[in-house]
């Protein structure tokens, strides 16, 4: 029981480079989340995903794209890397039956 | 929306002493309040969660207690240890519609030997 697997778990990005951050959950969980964490921020939502087919912005969306591929699968893209993108990248996933999260191990993106 | 304030930043304990951090939430609807613990390097890991029909309750060395006529919550980490030392974070949620959570800033905690 693998839970929700990320990848990649480190990156180094170029400005202007894109990049798709993979995640994959096995807990037939409905809904996956998007964060990014930076010190003192705490934990932001980028992209959420409350059920397979629909993806809304969460509070720092911009710079971002999302896919729900299918109920296992969510994915973040970046189009076009900017410094400002470097973070820790988290996935998570919850259900409705028990709403706490689990989260992937994270993908931590540097953008030179 | 809903705004979680948590308290304190950083809290530094000798080990075997009590840590105790504290959240406070705007949304009376808020219904659902998880914490999760994040060693170093790590990923949040949830630990305890309480909902409003319940005013505490207990794991072992954690409890969270909850007064929703002040909106706040509080973990509590009694005869800490070093393996303890982590942030934490709270959040509070309401546990319908898209539930989203709202997090607290997090609470470093260091436990010294």
């Known amino acids: 029981n693998a839970g929700v697997t990320q990848t990649p778990k480190f990156q180094v990005l170029k400005t202007g480079q894109s990049m798709t951050l993979q995640c994959a959950q096995d807990m037939n969980h409905n809904s996956m989340y998007w964060y990014r964490q930076d010190p003192g921020m705490g934990l932001r939502l980028i992209y959420y995903?409350?059920?397979?087919?629909?993806?809304d912005k969460g509070e720092v969306p911009n710079g971002y794209n999302v896919s729900r591929l299918n109920k296992r699968e969510f994915s973040l893209r970046l189009e076009s890397a900017a410094p400002s993108q470097t973070s820790v990248y988290f996935c998570?996933?919850?259900?409705?039956?028990?709403?706490?999260?689990?989260f992937g191990s994270g993908t931590r993106l540097t953008v030179v | 929306g809903e705004n979680v304030e948590q308290h304190p930043s950083t809290l530094s304990v000798q080990e075997g002493d009590s840590a105790v951090i504290k959240c406070t939430y705007s949304d009376s609807a808020s219904n659902y309040f998880p914490w999760y613990k994040q060693e170093l390097g790590k990923r949040p890991q949830l630990i305890i969660d309480i909902r409003s029909n319940v005013g505490e309750k207990k794991d072992q060395r954690i409890a969270v207690t909850l007064n929703k006529t002040a909106k706040h919550f509080s973990l509590h980490i009694t005869e800490t240890q070093p393996e303890d030392s982590a942030v934490y974070f709270c959040?509070?949620?309401?546990?319908?519609?898209?539930?989203?959570?709202?997090f607290g800033r997090g609470t470093s905690l260091i436990v010294h030997p």
């Open positions: 998570a996933s919850s259900d409705r039956t028990y709403y706490g999260y689990t």
């Open positions: 959040a509070a949620s309401k546990t319908g519609g898209s539930y989203i959570p709202t």
């Open positions: 995903s409350a059920s397979e087919g629909t993806t």
